[in-house]
């Protein structure tokens, strides 16, 4: 059993055909996740429960009888629920809350036959792109580490399901996306992950941000993962490899600011591989693209954030006020947002004020939203477009310290992946290359019109076979 090469289709299916038991895959996971306890990528390793459903599965396994995820070990991020493991969202006012009982898109994967063998760690409450994380590390070091490089980040906030994905503890797992949460990862990480259209997967469960902008996501070694776990959680037929000649994308110079070297380098070449093959690239314009989204990612996000939350707490049942909750944030990035914009119900002003947030908020469901969606649409009709692609972020992995939490970080991160998520779009995440000088993993990512979810995943396939899997970190 190669853990570097293995995928979970490949898994599934060495588990169904009965060259190796649930049993001997989990127990390598395990393995691996407590040799890496470097990496602060759990908050629980469910050690004893997942051998058990391990054992389980293989004893209840009829020979012929095979499930999507059958036998395999999975990982979900710490905001999603799993009955009988704490769900702490990252923050220790939540450490103690142990849900009955899983949320929909857990019990989903669970009904597929994987085993899931804990928790991952993540930017706390899901509010930040690095993943640095000071309320719980199983390292003698605070935050989420990259999977190739321990001194860098893990991206955010999905932060430890990309880790553990990228180390090739696990072929798969659940994170969740607002504004590039399970992408960010998965870039800077190497896997593969989809955040879907808005309403593709059912949401219960999950400590929320932002009803407009969150979603789980799947994230894993490859895109045909994510196509299998996809079908896993929406439903609908296998997914096959598009037809790469038939493609036409575009590339729209708003994403292609502030790039470093490598990703610069690595997102050209990969152009060109594409073309190549046979695939139709057009520039196109989105002028507008940034402006538009300046006036719809914070305000929906920070006013969204306060009723969605008090809302959340309220069906855990802990008796935790959303007060209670800002009280205890441990990261002073998080801690700050909360207490200076979500509690008191504000967004940034100009000068370093702050004003009343519901005004621009219904502004901008009301007209920039709309506007935004119109852009995207126009785009897409008007070029004929299966996708817009771009590189998934600007920089590689960034060093981690407390300075990677910046503001100034923060936007960069998530300034490709942020205005497909205000607009409601899917978009995808696939690994292109390490980069030539850092060594680190470059991402790409393509965003589709609404309700394009398994064209996108059919063209990632398509892709993947182009560029080929990054080698296994330390290779």
Do not use: W
């Not at 669970?110 to 309320?135: D, P, V, W």
């Not at 200076?340 to 007209?367: C, H, Q, S």
């Amino acid at each position: 059993m190669n853990l570097d090469q293995l995928t979970a289709t490949q898994a599934a299916a060495d588990v169904c055909a009965g060259k190796i038991t649930s049993k001997a895959l989990t127990a390598a996971a395990l393995a691996r996740a407590k040799e890496l306890s470097r990496l602060n990528a759990f908050i629980t390793l469910d050690e004893a429960g997942a051998m058990k459903a391990a054992e389980a599965f293989d004893a209840g396994r009829r020979e012929g009888e095979c499930k999507p995820l059958g036998g395999v070990p999975v990982v979900i991020k710490d905001n999603i629920e799993v009955a009988g493991l704490p769900a702490s969202a990252g923050t220790p006012a939540l450490k103690s809350y142990v849900p009955a009982n899983d949320a929909p898109v857990a019990a989903k994967l669970r009904e597929a036959g994987a085993i899931i063998i804990g928790k991952t760690n993540m930017h706390e409450l899901a509010f930040g792109i690095s993943g640095y994380n000071t309320a719980f590390k199983t390292s003698s070091e605070f935050g989420v580490r990259n999977a190739y490089d321990v001194a860098k980040i893990a991206g955010g906030s999905s932060s430890g399901t990309g880790a553990a994905i990228g180390a090739r503890i696990v072929t798969a797992g659940l994170g969740t996306d607002t504004g590039g949460s399970v992408r960010i990862p998965c870039a800077v990480n190497g896997c593969a992950s989809l955040r879907p259209t808005v309403g593709r997967y059912p949401q219960g469960g999950i400590a929320p941000i932002s009803h407009t902008r969150d979603t789980a996501g799947p994230m894993a070694a490859t895109i045909a993962d994510v196509a299998l776990l996809d079908r896993v959680l929406a439903g609908g037929s296998p997914v096959a490899p598009a037809n790469l000649k038939e493609v036409r994308i575009g590339v729209a110079k708003p994403l292609l600011a502030n790039l470093d070297g490598d990703t610069d380098a690595a997102f050209r070449a990969a152009l060109d591989q594409l073309t190549a093959q046979g695939v139709t690239v057009v520039e196109v314009e989105m002028d507008k693209l940034g402006e538009l989204n300046n006036q719809v990612g914070f305000p929906l996000a920070l006013y969204e954030a306060y009723d969605d939350m008090v809302a959340y707490l309220k069906h855990t049942g802990t008796g935790i006020t959303i007060e209670a909750l800002a009280r205890e944030i441990a990261s002073p990035d998080v801690k700050g947002t909360y207490d200076g914009l979500v509690i008191p119900r504000k967004l940034p002003g100009p000068d370093n004020t702050v004003v009343d947030a519901k005004p621009i908020y219904e502004a901008a469901m009301t007209t920039a939203r709309p506007a935004l969606q119109a852009l995207y649409r126009d785009t897409f009709t008007g070029n004929k477009l299966d996708a817009i692609v771009f590189p998934t972020v600007p920089k590689v992995a960034i060093d981690s310290n407390p300075d990677a939490s910046s503001l100034a970080n923060f936007g960069l991160f998530i300034q490709n992946t942020d205005p497909g998520s205000n607009a409601g779009l899917p978009g995808i995440q696939l690994p292109i290359a390490l980069g030539a000088s850092s060594k680190l993993p470059v991402g790409l990512e393509l965003d589709g019109p609404a309700g394009s979810d398994t064209r996108l995943l059919a063209i990632g396939m398509a892709m993947e076979k182009v560029f080929g899997r990054l080698p296994a970190p330390g290779k």
